[in-house]
C-alpha cells in the first residue's frame, strides 16, 4: 500500500519537480515513515518552491526538527530556526524551537534571550499551523524562559514563571510534570525564600553595632541568611576545619554550627564587632581570633567597614591601622593541617590569603573554598587578575558569580571582566585533585600527524622544515585507522582533533575515516589540508562536520602559489577536488582559504584568492633547514625569527601547552614548531593522555626561539 502510494507521489514529482505541493507530499510521506533524510530534503525543496512565507517557514521548523532528530548538525538545525524566524518574526513557534534548541545545548544564555524576545513580540493566539513543529502553545516559550532563568542565575524570575505555569495554564503531561519537578527543586535551596520565612534563630540574630549600617546589616543578612551564598556549591560537612575569615559579628558561623563542624577559626579585626562576634558564637569548637589576615604578622592599614556611615569598605575614612597576622603564620602557629571550607568576606584581604607564597600549601590542604573577591580599585584589579592567572588556572574547578548571582564563568579570561566588575563571589572545589592538566585552557587541542612518508611531505613548502622531519624521524610511516581510534578513545571528549601535523594529513588514505570517527565521538574538529591526496568523494562526505572557530581552528584549505613556495602537484584530481570545495565551502562551517603568495594561475579559476601569513623560523627550525634546502636559504629573508635569550620561556597560546603532535608511531611531539622532534612527551599508544601532556607552564627550549614563547 504504501509503496502504491510512494510510487505515485514519485510519479507525479517527477512530472513536475518545481511543484511546491509534489515536494510537500513527498516530505510528509518520508516524514511519516520516519525516513528523516528524504523527509528533510523534500521540506527545504518545498520551502524553496512556494511564495507563501507561512509553508515556508513551517516546512524549514519541521525540517531541522528532523536535523534535530539526527542529532550531529547542530550548526544546521539552529541556522534552519533562525531562518524561519526571520521569515515569520512575530510567529511563536520559531521562538520555542530555538530556545528549547540553545536549552538543549545547554547554552542558557541564549535560550533565556530568545525565549524573552518571543515572550514579547509573537503573536500569541496566532492560527496553527498544518506542520507539527511540537509547539505545545504559548506556554513553551514561558517555560523555556522559566529554565533558562533558573540556569543564568535568575531564581526569582524562574520560580515565579514556574508558579504562573503551575496556576494559570492549561500544561500538557510532559510540561506540568517538569514544572512541578523544578518547582520542587527550587524549592530545595534557600534562595530567593522571604524574610518572613526565616527561622526565629535568624530573625532574632544579634547584629549588635552593626545594625546600625543599614546597608550593611541588610546585605550580610541577605547573603548569608537568605541566600546562604557561601554554601551554594557545596556545604560545611559534620567534623570540617572551618576558616571563617571577615567574621564581622558572626552570621556564618552561626548559620553553621547546627552543620557540626569540627572545628571553626573566626577572623574579625574591628574590636565592637569582634565583641559582637565572641557572644554570638561562642562555643568550645570555636575560635576567635581579633586580627585580619595580612600581608605582614604584625599591625598594618587595611580595608573595613570601621565607619558606619561609608558604605564602601575600600574608601580612605574606612581604612585602619589593625592587628593582622600573615596565614601561613597562623597555620603554623596553631598546628593546622587541613582547611575543609575556607570562608572569605575580607575587602580585598583575600589576596593576602591567596599569594604566591601559600598556593602549594591552600592546594594540597584546603578542600573547599567560597568567598567575596573584590576588584573595586586599580590595585584590587591587578590582583585579581594575579589570582585568576594563577590559581584559577590551578584549580580548576571553580564557579564565578556575580553578586546578583549571575553565572560568569564564561566571561572569566576576557579582560572586560576585570574592567566591569567591582566584586564577584567565587566557590573553588578542591577537594578532588584534578589530574586534568588540559582544563588551564578552553582550546585544548591534539594534532594528527597521520604519515611521514621517508621522503617527507610531497607538497614540500619551502618554508617547512621537511628535511628536519626526515632526518629526526625513523619510526611508523603510515598512522593505521586502528591506532588512530584507540587514541581517539582515550581523549576527554573536549580535546578537539586537528588534523594538520607535519605533513599534509590526506596522504593517509583513511583520513576521511579518522575524521569522521573523531567527530562522531564528539570531539570538535578542525583540519589544515592541502587537498593533496583527497578524492572528490571525501569532500562530500567531510562537508557536514561542523568545523571549530579559532584559535586555530576551521576547515583551512592551502591553496597553491605562483612562486611555487608550496610545491602541490596539480593533477586533473586535484582540480576536481578544488572544484568540489568550491561547489561546497559555501556550506563547510568555518572555512577558509590561505596561500604562501598570490594564488597560482591554473587554479585561479576556482578560488582566486586566499590569505597570506606571515612566515616565521618555525621556532628556529628553519635556520638549520636552509642549510639543508638551498631554495629556503634564498628566501631566508622572507620569514621573521625570534630569540628570547637564556632565560627558560614557557608556551604563550591559547592553546597552552595543550596543542600538541601524534607521530604515526603514537609519540608525542610537545607542538608544530617541533620539526627536529627535540621534545617528545611520550607515547600514546602506549600511555594516557594525561601522562603524555605536560604541566602547564613547563618550560621547553624550543620556546625561547618561538614568537610564542612567553614567562613562565
Ligand atoms: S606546510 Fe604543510 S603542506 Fe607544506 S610541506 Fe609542510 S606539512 Fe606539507
Ligand atoms: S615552541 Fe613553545 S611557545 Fe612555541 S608553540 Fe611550541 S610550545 Fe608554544
Redo the contacts with the bound molecule.
Sequence with gaps: MNDNILTDLLYKYINDPDDFTNNLNLALHYDGIEQTASAVSYYLRSSERTDEDILKYQCLLRAGILFGKQGCRNFTVKGLFQHALTIQPTRPEGYFLLSRFYEKEENYHDAYLIASIGEKVSEQNSEPLILNVEYPGFYGILFEKAVASWWVGLCHESRSLLEDLYENYDLDGIHMQAVKNNLQRLSETSKGLHLVYLPKKYRDFDWGVAAENEWFHKRVAEEVFIDNVYQKFFKVEEGDIVFDVGASVGPFTHLIKDQKPGKIYCFEPHSQLYQTLTRNVSDENVVCVNQAIGPVTGEFECAGLFNKDLLGSSERENRQTIPVIKFNDFVKQNNITQIDFLKTDCEGGEYDIFNDENMDWISENVSKIAGEWHLSSPELKIKFRKFRDTYLREFPNFEIYSVDYVDMKWAIWDDWFIDKYQEVNLYIDNREKSRDKWRVTKWPTLEFTTSIPEK??????A??P?RTLEKSYTGQRMMTLDNFKSVVDKLPKEIRVTF?????PWLNKNCTDMLLYADEKGHPISV?T?G?GMKVEDVYRLKDVPYAGNPNGGFVL?LPDQERI?KHPVTSNYIKVLEAFREVCGEIQNFYTMSMGPVLDDVKHIFPQASVPEFWSRAGNLMGEAMLKPELYNLKDQFKSIYHGESPKTCGCLEDLYHNIVLPNGDVSLCCMDYGLKHILGNIYEQSYEEVIPKTKTCFNLCRFCENGVNP
Design positions: 617527507g611531505c610531497v607538497v614540500d613548502c618554508f617547512c621537511q594538520a601535523g607535519f605533513t599534509e589544515f592541502t593533496i592551502h608550496a
